[in-house]
């Protein structure tokens, strides 16, 4: 059966929520420990958009933003991406090195936010796996600082333009009452997006 994935039901969609929270309440746990700080992360959103709206709606093709990109292969194939505004990443890094200033293009701070980024993606894809029976490989992440259009462009580029339509994922981050936001984006091509709803389905 084939979905379209620009008319999810409203059961679909709080399925793949439920799945997020647990992946998020997994990331939690695994990110203080990592720390040693307390962490809260809210997911209050999730949207399904045209990939050229994703910009847009993330602030501007123009904006810089730290990106953390991940590949997924096995029973389902495409891309995880964290994106955080620059105001955001060197935020986590003075708050988790309690240094302030800190060089968030520094190798050790970028590593950092591969860590943070590889944390959360790999907690939800997990959460995914469990969830529907579906076997779901994470590759090691990838730090980029660019322009966010050309972050997208650069997806696109590696997925030959299979996918037309992203899962977002408002983020919300907390570290020692700190109040920080993201934004998460997945890209399955179409098949990949049918397996994953058909699985829903028989669930639901």
Known sequence: ????ISNLTELQISALREIVNIGV?????SLSKMISKEVKIEVPGLKVELI????????????????????LTGDVEGYIMMMLSEETTETICNIITNEENTDILDPLNQSLIEEVG????????????????????????????DMLGAIIDHILIEMSTKAQHALLFDTLFMIEGNRMNGLFLTLFDPDSMDIILERIDRMI
């Open 52 to 71: 050229e709206k994703v910009p847009e709606i993330a602030g501007g093709a123009d904006i810089i933003v730290s990106g953390v990109i991940m590949h």
């Open 25 to 29: 309440g997994n990331a939690v746990t």
């Open 1 to 4: 059966m084939k979905y379209k």
């Open 118 to 145: 590889h944390i959360l993606a790999g907690s939800y894809v997990s959460s995914l796996s469990d969830f529907l029976g579906l076997n779901i490989k994470i590759s090691p992440p990838m730090q980029t600082f």
